[in-house]
T-cell receptor, first 113, second 113 residues
């Protein structure tokens, strides 16, 4: 077991709504990365947080935003939901400066209707 | 641009050996990872290569050639539970950050009795 947890497991929203997804990193890890995985695709990098600051961002619009807290847990917020936002959202934690391997949580399945 | 290619699907027989290839063209390179992902679940870390050569880990081995932009994952003594998608990912280097992972679309492996 990796130790990374995410909530909720599943979520259904309607177009235009806002959503917050949560992630608790594995014990001892200080970096959190978020990925979006559409059906049949590989995960796409959204952004990474280190020391409570965004530390790299993929090709996602500003309505995707995030936070990291002092305990290294993190949130992903998506505003003005679109149908194409329906996907599995994965959080991965790692320890910058040591192994650097990213370990994934179980994901949140978001459906936008 | 960033491009990672791997076969879409492969089929193999229980007890056999299978090799899943991955070629990549990325602007930066700071290691190559293989993950296993069962349907509806999170990716699980399998292996990591940063230097050329073979890394062996039980029934799984991974090879890297940086000059050729090529890696493969070798699975020996296949078991039914190895039926899953296998994701090849390159860690990019983004400024001073740890680097995000760029994933291929995954290879869906079916193991038949």
């Amino acid at each position: 077991e990796t130790g990374v947890t995410q909530s909720p497991t599943h979520l259904i929203k309607t177009r235009g709504q806002q959503v917050t997804l949560r992630c608790s990193s594995q014990s001892g890890h200080n970096t959190v990365s978020w990925y979006q995985q559409a059906l049949g695709q590989g995960p796409q990098f959204i952004f990474q947080y280190y020391r409570e600051e965004e530390n790299g961002r993929g090709n996602f619009p500003p309505r995707f935003s995030g936070l990291q807290f002092p305990n290294y847990s993190s949130e992903l917020n998506v505003n003005a939901l679109e149908l194409d936002d329906s996907a599995l959202y994965l959080c991965a934690s790692s320890n910058r400066g040591l192994t650097d391997t990213q370990y994934f949580g179980p994901g949140t399945r978001l459906t936008v209707l | 641009g960033q491009n990672i290619d791997q076969p879409t699907e492969m089929t193999a027989t229980e007890g056999a050996i299978v090799q899943i290839n991955c070629t990549y063209q990325t602007s930066g390179f700071n290691g190559l990872f293989w993950y296993q992902q069962h349907a509806g679940e999170a990716p699980t870390f399998l292996s990591y290569n940063v230097l050329d050569g073979l890394e062996e880990k039980g029934r799984f081995s991974s090879f890297l050639s940086r000059s050729k932009g090529y890696s493969y994952l070798l699975l020996k003594e296949l078991q039914m539970k190895d039926s899953a998608s296998y994701l090849c990912a390159v860690r990019d280097h983004y400024g001073g950050s740890q680097g995000n992972l760029i994933f291929g679309k995954g290879t869906k492996l079916s193991v038949k009795p």
